[in-house]
């Protein structure tokens, strides 16, 4: 093969690759509580000794929050640290093509925006030109907050 062959099949499979990773996986789940400690048992037990110097106990959380008037929806799933958010994924599930773009755009952006702010302090606004999205991500992040909260409703939610 000479070398712009090589090149040219390296780009088409580097390309699928990438495609592949960064697909949507399509989830309908609301509220679902992921513990990142190696047992359920072992967070379980230590969810009140997290919460003495925590308003949310440390874990990973996933919500689907809805905005419009259609209505549109993305699921968003964030890890919490001593109420910090130490990383967040937006999967977005719109249909038509130029609310999939801008969902995408705004997943894109979430991350640079709340990684590293308290969870009580995260509310965004207009990203990456999508001005609707924000609204069910703010939604989303309102239904971790009442799951996260210690000594709430979401305590010993598994």
């Given at each position: ?36 400690s ?23 959380y ?47 952006a ?28 703010n939604?989303?992040?309102r ?16």
């Amino acid at each position: 093969m000479t070398t712009l062959s090589t090149r040219i099949v390296f780009t088409t499979i580097a390309g699928i690759s990438a495609s592949l990773v960064m697909a949507p996986s399509w989830t309908t789940s609301m509220a679902v509580v992921h513990p990142t400690s190696a047992s359920v048992a072992g967070v379980i037990r230590s969810r009140s000794a997290l919460c003495k110097d925590s308003i949310y106990a440390d874990g990973v959380y996933t919500a689907t929050g809805t905005y419009g008037s259609l209505p549109s929806s993305i699921t968003v799933t964030v890890t919490l640290i001593n109420d910090v958010i130490t990383a967040a994924r937006v999967i977005p599930h719109a249909t038509n093509p130029t609310s999939l773009d801008l969902q995408r755009g705004f997943a894109a952006a979430v991350p640079a925006v709340v990684v590293g702010k308290r969870i009580d302090e995260v509310k965004v606004g207009r990203l990456a030109g999508s001005s609707g999205t924000p609204d069910g991500f703010n939604a989303a992040i309102r239904l971790i907050r009442e799951q996260a909260r210690c000594g709430g409703r979401g305590e010993g939610r598994q």
